[in-house]
């Protein structure tokens, strides 16, 4: 199966790596909040924190609001990718996984638009915020993954010889 997604080039190995950028954004300084370095582990329990704890409406509601649901969209467009991996290797020739795949970018295009958003609302509410390396690289990550899954959607082709429809064997032809 991993050698079918080698052959197809780019996009498999971009979101490989991606997702590990994501991994490793959260072992590194995300911010600087109120004068406290918080990693990035640190950063998404406080935006779940924060969505419970601050009153609707505030500033820092929607920024938490906005940095929970970037992550909660991001594992959304992993699983969504991963679902899209096992759905090609079982049938070659499915919609599924293609539509999978669609999904999965416009998911992470979206967490990466709503971690924008964070950044810009806790920027412009508070003047003790200061992203560090680890928000960048969590960024990216996003970016990449939707890039390498919208990348993945337009480009996999069925293996030559099946039928449209997922079905392995091609139907027969009339004399």
């Known amino acids: ?16 790596w991606a997702f590990v950028l994501y991994l ?10 109120s004068g406290d370095l918080a990693f990035g582990f640190e950063a998404a329990l406080l935006s779940f924190a924060g969505v ?15 940095g929970a649901l970037a992550n909660v969209l991001m594992v959304g467009g992993c699983v969504s ?7 090609y290797s079982v049938r070659r020739c ?11 970018s416009r998911l992470t295009g979206l967490a990466a638009i709503c ?9 412009n509410g508070q003047k003790s915020f200061e992203p560090r390396i680890g928000y960048y690289v969590w960024l990216a990550s996003m970016i990449l993954i939707s890039f390498g899954c919208w990348r993945r959607a337009t480009t996999v082709e069925c293996e030559p010889g099946a039928a449209p ?11």
């Open 1 to 16: 199966m991993i050698a079918q997604f080698q052959r197809q080039g780019l996009p498999s190995r971009l979101t490989l």
């Open 24 to 33: 490793v954004s959260y072992c590194l300084p995300a911010a600087v909040i």
């Open 52 to 66: 419970i704890a601050e009153e609707p409406g505030s500033y820092r509601f929607n920024a938490c609001l906005l």
């Open 81 to 87: 990718y991963s679902v899209g991996c096992v759905c």
């Open 94 to 104: 499915s919609k599924t996984w293609r539509r999978s795949f669609r999904v999965a």
């Open 115 to 123: 971690a924008l958003g964070a950044a810009v609302i806790l920027e």
């Open 165 to 175: 429809n997922g079905d392995p064997t091609p139907p027969a032809m009339d004399p």
